[in-house]
Each structure stands twice: as structure tokens, then as C-alpha cells.
């Protein structure tokens, strides 16, 4: 009984527990589907929140974008007003110069050797043309043969004219004396230029036209009588004119021109020498006179010129020997232009002589050969030789002779 009764019991908690077997898998499987479905909704809410922010960033990049388009149209048109108004400098002024360096030896007419490496030049040439009848110019010159190495003003001055269209033209500012032509050659000045160049503050009066240019000038210059130590000297007392006609072909050329100043006196290199010996004022002023004459046929082409003083200096202020001076010098030149090797060269010979200008250290013969080539757009090496003789030691000179040899490496831009 008792086993029956046990076996009964078993097998009735046996099919409980088949019962609650289901029952109990299925409460699991649903709890798992809600959480499955949570994890979905929550997937489904980044997801949006990822297309949200995915949004907002590419409106962002698409105001940049159209910022920076309008931001480089304002910037083209900023700069198309700048031009239309003006302000690129590049438009009006134009920037030129040279640079020249040199290798020299020679002998003096004291019987000295020297031998030296020089930065003879740098010049920059600035020139503002805002309107086709008003044009501006500056020249800043360095000159590394003089005793003082600075950069100086050498020409600063406004010119209103426009002569294509009316010939008439005025120049005011620091200026060149249009007296003289002073063409060369020649690595070394020629002696007429010496003499005669002036570079004063002053206006110049205009013509030109049909090869045609006339001038005429008045500028400061050095004062007449009064007392010559006094070294205040910025009054008007220059005046000038001057006539140049020039022809020009393919084949041939022609110039020809004539200068005058009230004072020769106010040459740089007399005026130095006056100024060394304490002297700013002259006791009368000394007129100087220019000539010039070029010719160019082919390959070939002469040149001459004569400057001179129409009346003499006293002997306190420039002395010849024991007599008053009246300086004056000539130069003379031909010159051969021919290709070697592709490079433009040309070769010219020259003649120069000076009279009663002993005082100024200038030599009363000079004798040259020069030679110049362009190697490159805008590069020239040129070369020169010269026999300079002295004056006699009665003339205030020495008698004796002096040569030089000159190498120069010249750029221009």
C-alpha cells in the first residue's frame, strides 16, 4: 500500500513539473521581446539623432560655402575698385635703374700706381604718370667715386605737357641744365661734361615738335659780387636757353645743338673748386657756350662737342698758370657697332682736350679706346683704355703723363 502510494506521488510530481515547464519558457520569450523591442526603439532614436545632426552640418557647410564665394567676389571687387580708383601703384609709376661696377687700374701724373674694385654707380629712377599731362620723376644716384659714400637726390622735379598732342611743355624740381649734350662712348665722363654739367633747382620752359626741342631755363645759381665768403646762396641768378634739332632713319642719323648759361660758374666741377677755396659768390658772372654735332650712317656714327667759357674768371678765383682762366674743352668720338658671336659690340676711338682748365685737374690731352658688349637683355661689359698728358708746369699742370685701364660690369633694368 504504502509502495503503491509512493509510486503514485511520484509520478504526480513528475507531471507537475512538465506542466510548469512551458509555462515558464514562455514568460522568459516574452520578456526578452520587450527587451529587444526597447533596444530597437532605442537604436531607431540615434539613428534620428544622427540624420538630425547630419542635417545641421551640411546647412553649416553650405552657408561657409556660399560666405566664402561672396566673401572672394567682395575681395575681386575690392581690388577692381582699387584699380579703377588708382591704387595699384604698379598702373602709374614705372621703376628703372643701373647698376655699374668697376675694376680699374692706372697711373696718376704723380708717377702713383693704383689698383681698385668700385661700385662706381647705382641709380633708381622712379617716374608716376597718373594722367598723360602731368608726369613725376625722382633719381637716386650713389656714386662710389666721390670722396662721401651716400645716396643723394640727383633729380627730383614734375613736368606738365604732354607733347604728342601740344608741344609745349614746363619742368620744375631738381634739374640737368638742358645745356650740353654729353653723349659718349665711354666708360668715363667726357671732359666737356667735366666742365660744363649743371644740376640746379629751377624751371624749364619748353618746345617740342618734329625733332625740334627748344628751352629755356632760370634756376639758383651762384651769386655776383657782394662778398665771396658769404656762403648764403639759394637766390635766382641763373638763366639759360637752348636750341637741338635731331633727324633719324633706318639707315641714318642726324643731331645737331646749341646751349647757353648766364654763368659757367655754375658747373658742379667749378663750383666744387670755388667752394673748396672758401669762395660762393664771383665777382663777375662768366657765360659759358655749348656745341654739339652727331652724324650716324650704318654701322658708323660720329659725335663732337665744345664747350667754353665767353669770358674769364679772376685770377683769385680760377687761375691759369699766372693769367686769368677761360676754360673750355672739346670732345670728339667713332664709334663701330657690329655683331660678334650674336652679342651686339661696339668699338669706338676718341679725342679730348681741355684749355685753361689746369685748375680744375682736368688733363689738356686724352687719348681713348673702348669696347663694350652686351652679353645679356640688359647686361654690358665694356672695356677702355686712356693716355691723359698733363699740362705744362708754367700752365699750373705737372708735364707729365698718366694712362688707365678700366673693366666694367654694367646692369640695367
Known amino acids: 500500500m504504502n509502495g ?19 509555462a515558464q519558457a514562455a514568460t522568459d520569450s516574452r520578456e526578452e521581446i520587450e527587451l529587444l523591442k526597447q533596444q530597437v526603439q532605442q537604436l531607431m532614436q540615434q539613428n534620428q539623432q544622427l540624420h538630425q545632426r547630419l542635417s545641421e552640418m551640411e546647412k553649416n557647410t553650405a552657408v561657409q560655402t556660399i560666405a566664402g564665394k561672396e566673401s572672394v567676389t567682395e575681395d575681386v571687387a575690392l ?8 591704387l595699384a601703384i604698379n598702373e602709374f609709376v614705372s621703376l628703372s635703374g643701373s647698376i655699374e661696377g668697376d675694376f680699374k687700374t692706372g697711373e696718376d701724373f704723380t708717377g702713383n700706381h693704383s689698383s681698385e674694385f668700385v661700385l662706381d654707380t647705382v641709380e633708381l629712377i622712379m617716374e608716376a604718370r597718373m594722367t598723360d599731362w602731368a608726369t613725376g620723376k625722382i633719381v637716386i644716384d650713389y656714386d662710389g667715386t666721390s670722396d662721401s659714400e651716400d645716396l643723394f637726390l640727383d633729380e627730383a622735379h614734375i613736368t606738365l605737357g604732354k607733347t604728342e598732342t601740344f608741344p609745349f611743355f614746363l619742368t620744375g624740381g631738381k634739374i640737368y641744365a638742358p645745356f650740353g649734350d654729353f653723349s659718349t662712348n665711354m666708360i668715363q665722363d667726357p671732359l666737356t661734361q667735366a666742365l660744363g654739367e649743371i644740376n640746379p633747382k629751377g624751371i624749364i620752359a619748353g618746345y617740342e615738335k618734329n625733332g625740334v626741342i627748344a ?27 637752348s636750341l637741338a634739332y635731331s633727324y633719324e632713319q633706318d639707315e641714318c642719323g642726324f643731331n645737331a645743338g646749341i646751349g647757353w648759361v648766364s654763368n659757367l660758374a655754375d658747373a658742379g666741377t667749378i663750383t666744387d673748386y670755388l667752394e673748396e677755396k672758401g669762395i660762393f659768390a ?8 655749348s656745341l654739339n654735332l652727331g652724324a650716324r650712317y650704318n654701322a658708323f656714327a660720329l659725335l663732337t662737342e665744345y ?11 680760377l687761375p691759369y698758370g699766372v693769367s686769368e682762366a677761360e676754360p673750355s674743352a672739346w670732345n670728339s668720338e667713332l664709334a ?20 685753361e682748365a689746369s685748375a680744375l685737374e682736368l688733363p689738356e690731352h686724352r687719348y681713348l679706346v673702348a669696347a663694350s658688349i652686351g652679353l645679356f637683355e640688359g647686361t654690358t661689359l665694356a672695356f677702355e683704355y686712356y693716355y691723359d698728358k698733363d699740362y705744362s708746369i708754367s700752365d ?18
Open 79 to 86: 581690388h577692381e575698385d582699387e584699380k579703377s580708383s588708382g
Open 336 to 355: 663701330y657697332t657690329a655683331t660678334i658671336m650674336d652679342k651686339e659690340t661696339v668699338f669706338a676711338v676718341g679725342y679730348q682736350k681741355s684749355w
Open 4 to 22: 503503491k502510494l509512493t509510486r503514485s506521488l511520484t509520478l504526480a510530481a513528475g507531471m507537475m513539473c512538465l506542466v510548469a515547464q512551458p
Open 396 to 413: 699750373g699742370g705737372t708735364d707729365n703723363n698718366g694712362n688707365g685701364f678700366t673693366t666694367r660690369l654694367g646692369y640695367e633694368f
Open 282 to 289: 664771383v665777382a663777375d658772372q662768366a657765360p659759358g657756350l
Open 307 to 317: 664747350v667754353t667759357a665767353l669770358d674769364h674768371f679772376t685770377l683769385d678765383e
Open 215 to 241: 628751352n629755356v631755363l632760370t634756376y639758383n645759381g651762384m651769386r655776383e659780387g657782394g662778398d665771396p665768403a658769404e656762403e648764403e646762396n639759394d637766390s635766382i641768378n641763373g638763366f639759360g636757353a
